[in-house]
C-alpha cells in the first residue's frame, strides 16, 4: 500500500486530495500548520502531523515523523490579491516564504530516500494565473511561476533516477477562502490604493462574471492523475477555467 504526503490539508484543495487519495486506499499523512479535530475523518490509514513548511526543523520533525513515502503533494501555499504598488515588501517575502521557498524545502528533503530507492513522485500545485495575464496577483503569480520554472528543471534531474516531478494548476475556485486569506491583515488603502480603485472594480467585476470556475475535487482527481501519469507531460490544468486558459495558451 502506498504512502502520500500532502501539504496544507486543513481546508480546500489539500483537503479534499487528502479524502481522494484515502478514498482510493493509500495511506495519507496529512500535515497542517495548525492541526484541528474533525478536519479529516478518522481511519487507520490516516495520521494528521504538524508541519510549517517555513520553518526547517519543523520539515524535519515531520519526515521523521512520517517514515518512508511514495509521492510528495506540495500543496500548503498562502494567497495575496492586490495592487502590487501598495503590497508591502514584507508581504511578498511572507508569500515567497510558504509558496515558493517551503516548496523547494519540502522537496529537497524527500528526494533522498526517493532516489535512494528509484522511484517517487513530486507534485507542485502552482496556480492557474501562471496561464495567463491577471491583474491584482502579481506577487502571487510570481511566486507560482518559479515553481513552475523550478519544477521543470528538477524533472530532468530526478529523470534518470526514476523520480518523476509535475504540476498541478488549478483554476479559481469560489469555494475556498482564497480572497478572504488573501486580504488577511492587509488594509484597504495596501490591496486597492486609491488611484486604482475604478479599474480595479471593473477588473473584479469581469472575474466573478466568467460562466467557468474549478471545483476543489477537481484539483484532487487531476493531482491523481498527475501522481499516475508516465508519459512525461509536466503540467496538468485543473478545471474548467483552467483547462481554457491552458488551451488558448
Avoid at 484515502?22 to 495548525?34: D, E, F, P, Y
Avoid at 506577487?139 to 518559479?146: D, G, I, L, N, T
Amino acid at each position: 500500500m502506498k504512502t502520500v504526503l500532502i501539504t496544507g490539508t486543513s481546508s480546500g484543495y489539500g483537503r479534499e486530495t487528502a479524502l481522494h487519495f484515502l478514498a482510493q486506499g493509500w495511506n495519507v499523512i496529512a500535515t497542517m500548520r495548525t492541526p484541528r479535530p474533525g478536519v479529516l475523518p478518522e481511519s487507520d490509514r490516516l495520521r494528521v502531523i504538524e508541519l510549517d513548511v517555513t520553518r526547517p526543523e519543523s520539515i524535519t520533525a515531520a519526515f521523521e515523523a512520517a517514515g518512508p513515502v511514495d509521492v510528495l503533494v506540495n500543496n500548503a501555499g498562502v494567497p495575496s490579491m492586490g495592487v502590487f504598488e501598495g503590497t508591502p515588501m514584507a508581504r511578498v517575502r511572507e508569500v515567497f516564504e510558504t509558496n515558493t521557498f517551503g516548496v523547494m524545502a519540502m522537496t529537497q528533503a524527500v528526494l533522498p530516500q526517493f532516489r535512494e530507492r528509484g522511484s517517487g513522485v513530486v507534485v507542485n500545485v502552482t496556480s492557474s494565473v501562471v496561464l495567463g495575464h491577471m491583474p491584482l496577483t502579481a506577487v502571487y503569480k510570481a511566486s507560482k511561476m518559479a515553481v513552475e520554472g523550478f519544477t521543470a528543471s528538477l524533472a530532468l534531474e530526478l529523470a534518470p533516477f526514476g523520480v518523476r516531478a509535475k504540476t498541478v494548476e488549478p483554476g479559481a475556485c469560489l469555494t475556498t477562502n482564497f480572497a478572504a486569506n488573501a486580504a488577511k491583515g492587509a488594509s484597504p488603502d495596501e490591496l486597492v490604493p486609491a488611484p486604482y480603485a475604478p479599474w480595479v472594480k471593473k477588473a473584479m467585476g469581469d472575474f466573478m462574471g466568467q460562466d467557468q470556475f474549478t471545483k476543489e475535487s477537481d484539483v484532487a482527481e487531476t493531482v491523481w492523475r498527475a501522481v499516475h501519469d508516465t508519459t512525461g507531460q509536466l503540467r496538468f490544468p485543473a478545471g474548467a477555467d483552467a483547462v481554457a486558459l491552458s488551451q488558448a495558451k
